[in-house]
Nanobody, 119 residues
């Protein structure tokens, strides 16, 4: 069983930056695809960014050029650096780990961390 603990969510002004962290325990971290999802009120959960075990990354169009996903395998941690934040980035952000052989959206989830972008 994998446990995920997110941190780093906060209230930030538009144009500001935040770095989210997700620490994993309970399994071999580097075999998983790590992803960050978000869910805004009244909206479906959406994939923000993902990073494979080899470091290949994928981003939603809405965050390309502003967000950067990275992973530190020895520390079993995945990060999401968020720059130039916009009010529409406001959401609960969730960390996810899944095996490559499993569907997107499956696997293990953290409890979520709130990001609010507001003046």
């Amino acid at each position: 069983q994998v446990q995920l603990v997110e941190s780093g969510g906060d209230l930030v002004q538009p144009g500001g930056s935040l770095r989210l962290s997700c620490a994993a325990s309970g399994s071999i971290f580097n075999i998983y695809i790590a992803g960050w999802y978000r869910q805004a009120p009244g909206k479906q959960r959406e994939l923000v960014a993902s990073i494979g075990s080899g470091g290949n990354t994928n981003y939603a169009d809405s965050v390309k050029g502003r967000f950067t996903i990275s992973r530190d395998n020895p520390k079993s941690t995945v990060y999401l650096q968020m720059n130039s934040l916009k009010p529409e980035d406001t959401a609960v952000y969730y960390c996810n780990l899944r095996l490559a052989s499993t569907p997107r959206g499956s696997g293990y989830w953290g409890q979520g961390t709130q990001v609010t972008v507001s003046a």
